[in-house]
Every structure is written in C-alpha cells, then in structure tokens.
C-alpha cells in the first residue's frame, strides 16, 4: 500500500510538471515582444549599475554599438530552436523554470572567469552582474514571460547546461569571441569603469 501511494504520488507530481507544447503561432506574438523589451528592462534595471564608476548611458552605448552581433546571436539561438514549439497542438513538454536557467548561466560565466583567472578579481563585478541580471529577468517576466504564462503551455528546450552551452556557442560564432568580449570590456572600462581595464584583456572566451 505504501508503495503504491508513493508511486501515485511520484505520478502526480511527474504529470504536474508536464505541460502542452506551444505551437509557434502561439508564441510569435510573444518573442516579437520579447525582442523589444529587452533594452527596455536593462534601461529600468540602470540602478544596479549605477555605482560602478560609469553612467549607464555610455555603458548603454558600448552594448547598443554592438547591437548587430547582439541580433545575430538571437537569429542563432532562434535557428537553433526552431523546433522547440510546434506546428501543431496535442504535445506535451516538460516544464521549464527560469531560474534554473539563470544558475545555469551564472555558472558558465563563472567557470569562464575561472578559466581565465580572474574568478577572485571579478567577483564584485559578477555581484553586480548578478543583481543586474536577476532584475532584466524580473523585468522580462512581467512582459514577455507573463506572455508565456498567459498561453498555458511550454517549449520543447534542451536541458539548461545544454541551453547555456548554445548560447555561448552562438554568441562566439557571431562575434563574442575572446576578441569581441575583451573589447566590449574596454569600452566599458573606458567609458568610466576604470577597474575593469586591469581585467579585459585577460578575458579567455572558451
């Protein structure tokens, strides 16, 4: 008796954590405003920057002066996921929650920082990163992730490290190598950040 009750238990909670699969005329709407939004989220988030010696205009300005490389990323990422929803209902996915997703990422960047050995030196700047990040994903949730929510269904991802992993990938083939990262973090520095200018050049996008 006791094993079929936590037999049913573990049933439910597995049947819980499924969802339908969004078909991609569902989700259009939704990634179109995601798309747009993402600026505007890290524009209301300004205040988690604020103390890092810069304003945040020209921070602004070092991201936006790579908004093509930005884009193209989102076109890799998109390909990539092309058949994450479907073209039609009936399908079930697992449920996916973004603040895995986040821890996932955060501990990506922080083996990349490892690895180039800085892990120790970049520690203030990945708690501000940290705090920065949480409040765009905060932000986007409201918008574009409360899209999501209102459609009652998920995508068919990969799993979080492998998403991470992706990402990265895309974000290296289209100009965030080792050089596009290290000259993103001289600008930066330039712009007023002047302790990250001892860090950047040692950057080792791998």
């Given at each position: 008796?006791?094993?079929?009750?936590?037999?049913?238990?573990l049933?439910a909670l597995?049947?819980a954590?499924?969802?339908?699969?969004?078909?991609?005329q569902?989700?259009?709407?939704?990634?179109?405003?995601?798309q747009?939004?993402?600026?505007?989220?890290?524009?209301s988030?300004?205040k988690?920057?604020s103390?890092?010696?810069a304003?945040?205009?020209?921070?602004?300005?070092?991201?936006?002066?790579?908004?093509?490389?930005?884009?193209?990323v989102?076109?890799c990422q998109?390909?990539?996921?092309?058949?994450?929803?479907?073209?039609r209902?009936?399908?079930?996915?697992?449920?996916?929650?973004?603040?895995?997703?986040k821890?996932a990422?955060?501990?990506?960047?922080?083996?990349i920082?490892?690895?180039?050995?800085?892990?120790?030196?970049?520690?203030?700047?990945m708690?501000?990163?940290?705090?920065f990040?949480s409040?765009?994903?905060k932000?986007m949730?409201?918008?574009?992730?409360?899209?999501?929510k209102?459609?009652?269904?998920?995508?068919?991802?990969?799993?979080?490290?492998?998403?991470?992993?992706?990402?990265?990938?895309?974000a290296?083939?289209?100009?965030?190598n080792?050089?596009?990262?290290q000259?993103l973090?001289?600008?930066?520095?330039g712009?007023g950040?002047?302790?990250?200018a001892?860090?950047c050049?040692?950057?080792?996008i791998?």
């Amino acid at each position: 008796m006791l094993r079929f009750a936590l037999a049913a238990s573990l049933l439910a909670l597995a049947v819980a954590q499924m969802q339908p699969q969004c078909t991609c005329q569902q989700v259009e709407p939704c990634k179109s405003g995601a798309q747009d939004q993402v600026m505007s989220c890290a524009d209301s988030c300004q205040k988690h920057v604020s103390g890092m010696g810069a304003p945040y205009s020209s921070i602004r300005s070092c991201i936006m002066q790579r908004q093509s490389t930005i884009n193209s990323v989102v076109n890799c990422q998109e390909r990539q996921l092309a058949n994450s929803c479907a073209a039609r209902p009936g399908a079930q996915v697992p449920k996916r929650y973004p603040e895995t997703l986040k821890l996932a990422a955060f501990n990506e960047v922080n083996n990349i920082l490892r690895r180039s050995g800085l892990q120790a030196e970049a520690a203030s700047f990945m708690a501000v990163g940290k705090k920065f990040a949480s409040c765009v994903m905060k932000c986007m949730n409201k918008g574009s992730g409360r899209c999501f929510k209102k459609l009652g269904c998920g995508l068919a991802l990969p799993p979080d490290n492998v998403l991470v992993q992706q990402t990265k990938q895309c974000a290296m083939g289209s100009g965030f190598n080792t050089a596009g990262v290290q000259s993103l973090c001289n600008c930066i520095a330039g712009a007023g950040v002047r302790s990250l200018a001892p860090l950047c050049n040692r950057i080792q996008i791998s």
